[in-house]
């Protein structure tokens, strides 16, 4: 081989784009990102018999007009041209800048598409070109997840998206009849209070599996719906301003300008916080009144759409009305409102006519409309004012008061805010306006418009603010109807709205649509997502770029943290400038208080929002880079960015540091109770274990019984029988398998299961190979003989396990054991021993922190007392138990304490506090699905409701608790008992002695002495 051949090409080195060593160090994120986006097709059909009869040029000389009509159209309502094909074309909207109505806008350029192709059509048939066939067009649309950015060699390629959405666009296109426009079901539920549709029919698409659902346009809504009444949405507090608006109506009423109350209201609030939906409710308390509504469009910045949208309304202009229907609606509406006028007014009236009609698209001859700029915007303004000056004045003509309403003024184009503005001073600033004292004016914006108005007594600004807490819970609660919320839950939704109603009724809305269980990781409603996303395109590329970043390190960061990833990548940016940015726009908060610089995001759907635009590889990369910042920067620290640390390299996909993190997160959330935390961490860990080699700890079954002892903790008994069932197969170690039998055998002891409790926990004595074993095994063993009074056995059992537990300086255990010595004591009626084995095994927990026998040692102690007839200091214990299983969130324990807190308010005649306690048992026990167990409490309930003289509830209470209780002939025939006293109450004599009578023949049958005088005794008062 020559020496040329190890020799790089000059072709290589020379390479102008080439990278130098130094750029070789650094990585460079790929170019893209993640996003909604709504997509459209549209196919010219026709086209090619048209082609086949017309010359080349004079062919292309009509669909080149059409195509620029369509990309037009397009433009017009805020997409842009992906791409030609042909006869054919596709758009895109929010791609490269979301918007709160990307579908919207993408419907409403296709139905001005449609009306362009018909113009065409006519013009074609004028001509008599050719004999041409009528064209027409099929249009798709779909909305949906894709990866935008550019395709091919990263200077070459083009911008593009990618992903199913868009194939099926594509299919909707295809199956589209002529001059209609087909949408899937859920773009057509994203727009549906905007546009009628009908069901077309079920459409196969290529690369679905199941046929599409698919939607006809028919047009557009006479009246478009807000929100709320899609989902018949419930109106929370907001009282305050409700009365400010009702003062100021009844002002007006009585025509008083008295300078007293404000002629013009500011309702200023962000986006979604109820601005129109305040106003909606108000309207509703009154009767008939004359209301002038307007809304400025954010579909189009088209010059004076604001009074465009309130013409329109006035004048009963519909979108789909024909040009000629058009011109006659508005000639006559102005024939009416100039009916009294003197004839110089009335002319200047009609001369604004053809004016009025180029902004709603009615064609007139007028040499003013030849003008151009700001000489035919002058013009048009002047119509405007005109027309809307004579509006108000006709609706006070009828003596009742007359309120108009501006919405949406943040989005006003600069004629529109002119206009408002001229309006404003001419109708109620001027002290002699006819109008002044029979007008209130209310005007909607966003935070952050100044609608130039000074505070005074003519204008007043209400700020809305986020709800409370308490208004948060009511909205929740009534939105979610049939749904169970649980606190985990409520409070993840409290921290995604941030008491913003409309954030969160599209969470609560989102919530009957993906299946229940874990919620810890909701997926954003398209609607929310796409309003936050409009936003965070507004900002400058690197202050974008920046923000996205900062979400992968989380809710919260660490300054460091972010300039070390910079470094480490391609051009970095200045991190301190930008952060100064996002904070100057209340994207970010600066943290105070820490030892290093460090912010969090204002609201944690930004952040989701900025996380999920970002690249799967691109996560995974910084997510990589996040959890190396950490290890470097906080090398002596590692303990305190431990769950961080888990799950930076569990997203980042890197196994074996997944491992090792996720495991040691895991027992560290476990160690203070945070069980929910632990089990998410096992559970990911639990994932990795196939990519792990087959030796590494933790074992598949240590995971399995780790997975199923925190489950039976806070009380969810079918996942932890479904783990330990797992782990029973993986498992072939003897400390693995004895802990399988272990948790099997609780398992079985609380579900009441006492036969397979034994059995599993015999197992275990077996299989014990050491003292702490020992200790388990015949702890356990003593539990069961108590319960069945073998009192002999059952003190045999705990010593044995006490002197183990001593064996192995196994403090937990030991005080496990004295907890078991001092409730067996207890159930002897040996109340001293009792006392000074349970205050043993509590001081001993207390000394240790363990807080789960901590809670134990408390509610044995305050049995204690209960039975030693001291409520108030039993009372005391049960609320310091409380708090503890609270915290540690212990369902088993939580069910006692809350029962026994019930039974103290029952024995003191507290009814309704007891049936409250007992309730808040019956929700918990009703998660656990033990039958017996909730047979017994909805008996207690029964009895409350009885003794608080709510019979008929009672009976559906007894009447659960028999069927429940239908295998227990001891506990069937004592609540068959109970049914007679409850039918007694109600003077159903006859079914009383029915119930008592079946209740004391099942007495007899099994011997239960107690029920069959209580029978006997009942049985005695009905005759």
Request: proline share 3%; net charge negative.
């Amino acid at each position: 081989m020559s020496p040329e051949a190890d020799t790089e090409p000059y072709f290589d080195l020379l390479d102008p784009f080439g990278e130098n060593e130094l750029q070789r160090e650094k990585l460079q994120l790929k170019e893209g990102e993640r996003r909604e986006v709504a997509i459209l097709f549209a196919d010219v059909v026709g086209s090619t018999k048209l082609g086949v009869k017309l010359d080349p040029e004079t062919y292309k000389s009509i669909l080149d007009p059409l195509m620029k009509r369509f990309s037009r159209c397009i433009s017009y309502y805020g997409g842009f041209v992906d791409k030609y094909m042909g006869d054919g074309i596709m758009a895109l909207f929010g791609a490269r800048r979301a918007s709160e109505q990307d579908t919207e806008r993408a419907v409403m350029a296709a139905l001005k598409m449609i009306t362009q192709l018909d113009w065409l059509n006519r013009k074609l048939a004028s001509e008599n070109t050719a004999d041409a066939p009528e064209l027409a067009v099929r249009i798709g649309i779909n909305t949906g997840l894709v990866v935008v950015g550019k395709v091919g060699e990263e200077r070459e390629g083009d911008f593009t998206v990618i992903g199913a959405a868009v194939n099926l666009a594509q299919r909707m296109e295809t199956n589209a009849p002529n001059n209609g426009i087909l949408l899937p079901h859920h773009a057509m539920q994203a727009v549906e209070r905007f546009f009628e549709f009908d069901f077309f029919g079920r459409v196969q698409a290529k690369g679905f599996d199941e046929p599409i659902e698919a939607y006809r346009v028919l047009g557009q809504r006479s009246e478009k719906g807000q929100r709320w009444y899609r989902r018949k949405s419930v109106f929370i507090g907001r009282e305050t301003e409700l009365r400010t608006l009702e003062k100021a109506w009844q002002a007006v009423k009585v025509q008083a300008a008295t300078g007293e109350q404000p002629k013009i209201i500011g309702i200023m609030g962000d986006a979604g916080l109820g601005k129109t939906r305040l106003v909606h409710e108000f309207l509703l308390q009154k009767e008939e009144p004359l209301v002038i509504q307007a809304t400025t469009s954010s579909l189009v910045s088209s010059p004076l759409n604001l009074f465009v949208n309130l013409l329109e309304s006035q004048f009963r202009i519909h979108p789909a009305d024909e040009p000629a229907m058009r011109k006659s609606k508005l000639e006559e509406q102005i024939a009416y409102l100039g009916r009294d006028l003197d004839e110089d007014k009335r002319n200047e009236l009609q001369g604004v006519i053809p004016l009025l009609g180029a902004l709603l698209e009615i064609p007139y001859s007028d040499p003013r409309l030849k003008l151009s700029g700001t000489e035919l915007i002058t013009h048009l303004k002047l119509a405007i004012c005109t027309a809307v000056y004579r509006i108000l004045l006709d609706k006070s003509r009828s003596g009742k008061p007359v309120l108009l309403v501006l919405d949406d003024l943040h989005w006003m184009d600069e004629a529109s805010e002119q206009v408002f503005r001229f309006l404003v001073q001419k109708l109620l600033l001027d002290k002699d306006s006819s109008l002044r004292e029979s007008l209130l004016l209310l005007i909607l914006y966003r935070k952050g418009y100044n609608p130039g108005l000074a505070d005074g007594e003519e204008f007043l600004e209400l700020e809305l603010n986020p709800l409370t807490d308490t208004e948060i819970n009511r909205l929740v609660i009534q939105s979610t109807r049939g749904l169970s919320i649980s606190d985990v839950l409520m409070e993840r939704l409290h921290k995604l709205s941030m008491g913003n109603p409309f954030y969160l009724e599209e969470w609560c809305n989102y919530l009957e649509d993906i299946s229940a269980g874990d919620f810890s990781e909701l997926p954003i409603p398209p609607n929310l997502n796409s309003l936050v996303l409009s936003r965070l395109d507004m900002l400058e590329s690197s202050i974008r770029q920046l923000l996205q970043k900062a979400s992968v390190i989380g809710q919260e960061f660490f300054v460091d943290i972010l300039t070390w990833i910079e470094d480490k990548l391609y051009a970095p940016l200045d991190v301190s400038a930008t952060l100064s940015q996002l904070e100057e726009q209340s994207f970010i908060l600066r943290m105070l208080g820490f030892d290093y610089s460090a912010y969090f995001f204002k609201h944690i759907t930004t952040r989701d929002v900025a996380y999920q635009t970002l690249l799967l590889e691109n996560r995974a990369t910084l997510h990589r880079l996040s959890a190396e910042a950490i290890e470097e920067l906080y090398s002596e620290r590692k303990q305190e960015f431990l769950f961080k640390l888990a799950d930076h390299y569990h997203r980042a996909g890197i196994a074996p540091k997944a491992a090792i993190y996720l495991e040691q997160a895991a027992r560290a959330a476990a160690k203070i109770y945070n069980n929910r935390d632990a089990i998410a961490h096992w559970e990911k860990l639990l994932k990795w274990r196939p990519s792990l080699a087959q030796e590494s700890e933790p074992t598949e079954a240590r995971i399995l019984i780790e997975l199923a002892e925190l489950h039976l903790l806070i009380g969810n008994w079918d996942e932890a029988e479904g783990y330990l069932r797992e782990a029973a197969q993986s498992a072939n170690r003897p400390e693995d398998s004895f802990d399988q039998l272990r948790l099997k055998g609780t398992l079985s002891f609380r579900r009441g299961d006492f036969t397979g409790a034994l059995e599993a926990w015999e197992a275990c004595l077996k299989l014990a190979s050491t003292p702490t074993q020992e200790a388990i095994a015949h702890g356990n063993l003593g539990i069961w003989h108590q319960h069945h009074k073998l009192w002999e056995q059952a003190l045999a059992h705990h010593q044995t396990s006490l002197e183990n537990a001593e064996l192995a300086s196994d403090s937990l255990r030991a005080a496990r054991t004295l907890s078991n010595l001092g409730f067996m004591y207890m159930e002897q009626k040996e109340y001293p021993k009792a006392e000074s084995f349970l205050q043993n095994c509590l001081d001993l927990a207390e000394a240790n922190q363990y807080l789960q026998l901590q809670s134990i040692a408390l509610g044995n102690l305050g049995l204690l007392r209960y039975r030693q007839h001291d409520p108030d200091a039993a009372m005391r214990y049960y609320e310091r138990k409380w708090l503890l299983v609270d915290k540690i969130d212990d369902k088993a324990e939580l069910i006692k304490v809350l029962g026994n807190i019930g039974n103290i308010h029952r024995d003191k005649g507290q009814h309704r506090e007891a049936l409250e306690f007992y309730r808040k048992v019956l929700a918990i026990k009703e998660r656990l699905g033990n039958p017996l167990e909730l047979a017994v409490t909805h008996s207690v309930i029964a009895l409350e409701l009885l003794a608080l003289e709510n019979p008929d509830e009672a009976l559906i209470h007894i009447d659960k608790a028999l069927e429940l209780s239908a295998g227990t002939a001891k506990q069937y025939c004592e609540y068959l008992y109970y049914k007679a006293e409850i039918l007694h109450s109600l003077h159903d004599t006859e079914k009383a002695s029915s119930s008592n009578l079946q209740a004391l023949e099942k007495a007899r049958e099994i011997g239960f002495g107690a029920v069959i005088k209580s029978c006997e005794e009942f049985q005695k008062r009905l005759l």
